[in-house]
Nanobody, 124 residues
Framework: QVQLVESGGGSVQPGESLRLSCVAS????????IGWFRQAPGQEREFVAA????????NYADSVKGRFTISRDNAKNIVYLQMSSLKPEDTAIYYC?????????????????WGQGTQVTVSS
């Protein structure tokens, strides 16, 4: 069973960039799809991006397409979420989650292991 730890969150101004990292422990990382989800105050947790256990396909929410890029480095047990052109509406706690042999689904119930989250705040 993998365990996940997110990092890289912070406070930035609109238009700036951040790179989130999801570091996994355990040898089974390479057999798990990893998804990124976010939850803003008072809102439901929502899908952001996901990458298949094989590295493809990758999927994005419409709200982040063209601005966010997900990638994985199995040698380092890390999945990155590169976020560019950040907007105030991107402010949320960002979580990564693992889905064994997953194909990068947007369905949260498929993900059985979750990290603790990292805060991203976009404000001028």
């Amino acid at each position: 069973q993998v365990q996940l730890v997110e990092s890289g969150g912070g406070s930035v101004q609109p238009g700036e960039s951040l790179r989130l990292s999801c570091v996994a422990s355990g040898r089974a990382f390479s057999t798990h799809a990893i998804g990124w989800f976010r939850q803003a105050p008072g809102q439901e947790r929502e899908f952001v991006a996901a990458i298949s256990w094989t590295g493809a396909p990758v999927n994005y929410a419409d709200s982040v397409k063209g601005r966010f890029t997900i990638s994985r480095d199995n040698a380092k047990n890390i999945v990155y979420l590169q976020m560019s052109s950040l907007k105030p509406e991107d402010t949320a706690i960002y979580y990564c989650a693992a889905d064994e042999y997953g194909l990068g689904s947007w369905i949260q119930l498929k993900y059985k292991v979750w990290g603790q989250g990292t805060q991203v705040t976009v404000s001028s």
